[in-house]
């Protein structure tokens, strides 16, 4: 029996949307005037059909095409109860979104993102939901609200967990787990995640080069944090091979930047400054400002190392302008605390403590920046104990170990006991000093390199 065309009057008595298929296609067929025998026509039997609408069956993609193509509606409606054309629209949203966030337009993105909510929920496709997710999440984290961040990335772990979904898009939320879990200076637990999202990403056989390559710059980045720098040049060195393979200039310019933080703790300044150079020269290429001036940032403190302060100092202006300029407050601060290291080095006392200060303040309330304030604390302190002002600083050390025990950062640690240990010296307490010089040596015994 022929098709009926739907009218606008029974276009009113259509399924909403997130209805399941079996009920949508009975609403459609009663809406088009169909029985079960008729939309069977000479290829399905009616039990078949029945089947189909009360759940007891699960018919392929290309039924679905033909039931669709019976009724007179769109293949996508019937299968997800949204037209393409909806779909497509909520994909163009949710891409913009992506687009903003890879901008560091996070506020923008998450603005985005909270307008197609409904929408996105509203195609009732789990892979649109998940989609949704993870954008929003990386957005919050970018811009400090962590915790948030996990809390949606634990919904996108549960849907991913679903069919349609593969290992490459269950590696994928790991990771992202993983970089919000560094942020809070959980490095074992990041560690894990990462270590879980490599082993389902290269057990999945699926081509997946570059996630694989972001997942192990980040756990490089733990490695480096616990120290265990081998590890984290090994890392780093698999994750470089991959870049290079596949041409993606982001992910080399990410690389490189990693193998350059690596190749500094190893002291290694000049190849860390070779590759600092190189991930600057593709940022520039990419236009990528913010990131510039993360590498100015770090330039500048490789420079310094290698004997030439002023062309540190003018690398590390230049980097808080972009970084202001870019909106970035915290890691605009995290500049100044390495112009106030840098200030300390070279005598210039009062000049670290009013920038140590002013980082401090940026720095306020962002725990995804605790690595950055522990070592800001220990320079306003040291700067304090040059002046004489040691119950000051003696407050100062004490908060910048508080610090790295939160950080769990045994080199921290070591650095804020051989600064208490010279203040204890500066009072004429050597038992004291010689104690805690002693413990700083013996914590960093047990340090990789």
């Not at 993360?294 to 330039?299: E, T």
């Not at 010296?425 to 104690?435: I, P, W």
Request: proline share 2%; aromatic share 6%; net charge negative.
């Amino acid at each position: 029996m022929p098709r009926t065309p739907l009218t606008a009057q029974t276009r009113t008595a259509l399924p909403s949307t997130g209805t399941r298929l079996g009920e949508r296609l009975r609403q459609l067929r009663v809406a088009a005037g169909l029985t079960q025998t008729d939309l069977a026509g000479e290829r399905f039997s009616k039990e078949y059909v029945s089947q189909i609408e009360r759940g007891k069956t699960r018919p392929t993609h290309e039924t679905i095409e033909w039931l669709a193509a019976r009724l007179g509606v769109d293949t996508t409606f019937l299968e997800k109860g949204v037209s393409a054309d909806e779909r497509s629209r909520v994909e163009a949203m949710l891409a913009r979104a992506e687009a903003l966030t890879n901008a560091h337009r996070y506020d923008e993105a998450i603005e985005e993102l909270e307008n197609s909510r409904t929408a996105v929920l509203a195609t009732g496709a789990a892979e649109l939901e998940q989609r949704s997710l993870m954008a929003e999440a990386w957005a919050r984290m970018e811009r400090g609200e962590v915790r948030p961040a996990i809390q949606l990335l634990e919904r996108c772990r549960a849907i991913a967990e679903g069919p349609g979904f593969s290992d490459v898009d269950r590696a994928q939320v790991l990771f992202r787990m993983g970089v919000c879990r560094y942020h809070l200076s959980s490095i074992a637990s990041a560690v894990g995640l990462f270590s879980e999202a490599l082993a389902l990403a290269e057990g999945s056989n699926l081509p997946c080069d570059l996630l694989r390559s972001e997942v192990l710059g980040w756990r490089s980045r733990c490695y480096r944090r616990q120290r265990d720098l081998e590890a984290a040049r090994e890392d780093v060195e698999r994750a470089l091979e991959l870049a290079q393979a596949l041409g993606d200039e982001q992910t080399m310019a990410s690389t490189y930047f990693q193998a350059s933080m690596v190749a500094e703790r190893m002291g290694h300044w000049v190849l860390a400054r070779s590759y600092a150079e190189r991930a600057k020269a593709y940022c520039e290429q990419l236009n990528d400002e913010r990131n510039v001036g993360r590498l100015l940032n770090n330039l500048g403190g490789l420079n310094f190392q290698l004997g030439k302060p002023e062309q540190a100092i003018e690398q590390l202006k230049d980097a808080y302008r972009v970084l202001l300029d870019k909106g970035s407050e915290a890691e605009a601060a995290n500049v100044v605390s390495s112009l106030a290291h840098v200030h300390l080095m070279t005598g210039q006392v009062q000049s670290a403590e009013e920038e140590a200060r002013h980082a401090l303040q940026l720095l306020h309330d962002r725990e995804d920046f605790l690595v950055d304030i522990a070592p800001t604390q220990l320079v306003l302190g040291r700067a304090l104990l040059e002046q004489g002002r040691l119950d000051e600083a003696q407050e100062t050390l004490s908060a910048a170990e508080a610090s790295a025990d939160q950080l769990e950062s045994i080199s921290h640690r070591a650095a804020a006991w051989l600064a208490q240990g010279d203040l204890a010296g500066r009072r004429g307490e050597d038992a004291t000093a010689a104690r805690l010089y002693r413990k700083a040596a013996e914590a960093l015994q047990d340090v990789r390199f």
